[in-house]
């Protein structure tokens, strides 16, 4: 995120106090090239696995694409520059880049935690609500667009006052606010709120009913093999997304603590050590964007066969029919998804309802219970 280039940048005047040995930049750079390439290839990868296809062009799957392609976005254009300019403390890249490389963390964090976000509203709507309509593709699409349009709005104000200053011995890029006093802490608390604090609070909200239904006890009267297999492949796809969320909460909040703190101490700033604290906090948060391809493929099937299928070629990689078939549109072939989804609600009903059949509402309590197949 940008924010930082004030209360960082204020903390050197005309000539640059943290400079480090050799080999210190030396493990720095191995450690932050490790993140821009395991979240570029990853992510990548990811994404080639949703569009090429049809099985994987999901509701669900649609916002991991978005936020695979926030996550590739934001390691490709700001975790070297990030780190380049954290550790010289000298800005080589233009006025342009200056206001972009601002501008577009908190864009691209916005669009990875709302992601996050729609997502768990979703599993929400599927899982406590299975009657209601689920989102059409372009309904999703509408939601990526807003999400986005709300991350630029968002982001704006660091685009708009980012400028570059030359000093006698270097150039700095930062945000010129109107009030340098108040307006950069004032600006992180605001973004700290709304990327950070009420996502994880709506999905905290959301995920936890969910637990509630999925692992607080099983339907009565139903010992179908069809709605076990169902209730586990439910429990693997929101277990896989709260890993996802709780990953990325653990990954910013040392950094959000840290523009706090400093906020509120600007003596910190000029810590000798607090260079080496701020290239931490930021390898941190920048590192959130290599784990998720790393968890779809350890708990996601179907993404661990493509990921198998994109390293085929290494030697202990071992592509079997299982793998090949997770990942074939099953709709096309006579035993089609939705037939099984649509008998395995028949049998799903007929098991729930058998004690109650001599009521009239029977049918419409039994439907609320079954959990929708088809995710």
């Known amino acids: 995120m940008a924010t930082e280039r004030d209360g960082f940048n204020a903390t050197r005047n005309l000539t640059n106090q943290f400079v480090q040995p050799a080999w ?135 685009c708009y006052f980012s400028t570059t200053r030359v000093l006698p011995r270097r150039t700095i890029c930062y945000v010129a606010w109107p009030r340098m006093a108040d307006d950069p802490f004032m600006y992180h608390i605001i973004v700290t709120v709304l990327v950070y604090v009420l996502p994880l609070l709506v999905m905290g909200i959301t995920y936890t009913a969910v637990g509630v239904t999925l692992w607080g006890g099983e339907i009565p009267g139903d010992s179908s093999d069809n709605y076990h297999g169902q209730l586990r492949a439910k429990r693997k796809v929101v277990k896989m997304m709260i890993i996802v969320v709780v990953t990325f909460a653990l990954c910013w909040l040392p950094y959000h603590v840290y523009f706090i703190v400093t906020g509120l101490n600007k003596r910190l700033s000029k810590w000798k050590y607090i260079q080496q604290v701020y290239l931490s906090v930021l390898w941190l948060a920048m590192s959130s964007t290599m784990y998720n391809p790393i968890i779809y493929c350890c708990l996601n099937s179907r993404f661990r066969a493509g990921f198998k299928q994109v390293f085929c070629w290494c030697p202990f990689v071992r592509v079997s029919s299982y793998d090949e078939l997770e990942l074939q549109n099953r709709r096309l072939r006579p035993g089609n998804q939705s037939s099984m989804c649509t008998l395995s609600r028949v049998d799903t009903s007929i098991l729930i309802c058998s004690p109650l059949q001599e009521r009239h509402d029977t049918k419409i309590l039994c439907k609320v219970k079954v959990i929708d197949a088809c995710m």
């Open 24 to 158: 210190r930049i030396a493990l720095w750079s191995v450690a932050y090239s490790t993140v821009l390439a395991v979240a570029v290839f990853g992510n990548l990868i990811v994404v080639w696995i949703i569009l090429a296809h049809k099985r994987m062009r999901t509701v669900t799957n649609y916002f991991l694409l978005n936020l695979a392609f926030s996550d590739v976005s934001m390691a490709a254009f700001n975790t070297l520059i990030n780190f380049i300019y954290a550790a010289h403390g000298e800005w080589y890249f233009g006025e342009v880049y200056c206001r972009f490389h601002n501008f577009f963390p908190v864009t691209a964090v916005f669009a990875s935690i709302y992601s996050m976000t729609a997502i768990a509203i979703d599993r929400y709507m599927a899982i406590i609500h299975p009657l209601k309509p689920r989102l059409s593709a372009k309904a999703t699409l509408g939601v990526i667009v807003c999400i986005w349009s709300l991350a630029v709005i968002l982001a704006f104000p660091l």
